[in-house]
């Protein structure tokens, strides 16, 4: 594992307790920083504060809610500066076609996947914006770039993803904020529940890899961006895709 230096770092990581965003708080937390894991799921967030250490603290926040985001922020700020922001809470969705699609389904993976990452930014900019140094990191998806069939829902929120990053990377470039995105292809985690065995198939046809990618591949990305190294990125597109990103 190569050596990075978060040391007096502090992240919040949404979605945190488990999957991806447990692999990245493990591997800041690696790099000498701290995180708190923001996470719906309060057992979740027990076990996996308990298993980080000391370097970790937890906050039970629904991503959805302006209030409930609001009051993670004030709670997260008694440990200190947020430095970083990963937003990593997401959902899938049902595999299904565009016209057999739930309106609750869609507007549940919205409302996670593009408004919850939006209500985080939105409440955690302004700190980072008065201490003059950020790094944000959103978790989108090569579903985002090309647009899996069956998974209409998801695809259009990872797109939502990547545009959001852009235009607040721009927004923020005059200062010392950096905000990046990570596309990666499927990773194997308990989101794979989620999904149907035909739709896991096809997305891993798609890889000439010919494997899934790991969770601490995706964080070793993650947690570079995070780093002050990273100063010249901003609204930039990082892939993670083997081999499967055309563009």
Not at 140 to 162: R, T
């Amino acid at each position: 594992m190569n050596q990075l230096d978060l040391k007096g770092r502090h992240a919040v990581i949404t979605g945190g307790a488990s999957g991806i965003g447990f692999a990245i708080a493990q591997r800041i937390i690696s790099s000498s920083g701290s995180v708190t894991l923001w996470d719906r799921n309060e057992a979740a967030l027990q076990t996996a504060t308990a298993a980080l250490g000391a370097a970790a603290k937890g906050v039970v926040v629904d991503v959805t809610a302006q209030a409930s985001v609001q009051s993670a922020v004030q709670q997260t700020l008694k440990h200190g500066n947020i430095d970083i922001l990963v937003n990593s809470a997401g959902i899938t969705g049902p595999n299904m076609k565009v016209w057999d699609y739930p309106l609750a389904d869609w507007e549940q993976v919205m409302a996670i996947n593009v408004n919850g990452l939006f209500l985080c930014c939105r409440e955690v900019v302004p700190h980072m914006r008065d201490n003059n140094y950020g790094r944000i990191v959103n978790i989108a998806s090569v579903a985002g770039k090309e647009g899996n069939p069956n998974a209409s829902a998801y695809s259009a929120s990872k797109a939502a993803v990547i545009a959001l990053t852009k235009s607040l990377g721009k927004e923020l470039a005059d200062t010392g904020v950096r905000v990046n995105c990570v596309t990666p292809a499927a990773v194997k985690t308990a989101m794979f529940d989620q999904m149907s065995q035909q739709h896991i198939d096809f997305m891993l046809s798609k890889i000439p890899m010919a494997r899934f990618g790991t969770v601490e591949e995706i964080a070793s990305m993650v947690a570079w961006l995070c780093t002050e190294d990273c100063s010249f990125s901003t609204g930039a597109v990082f892939d993670l895709s083997g081999g499967r990103s055309t563009y």
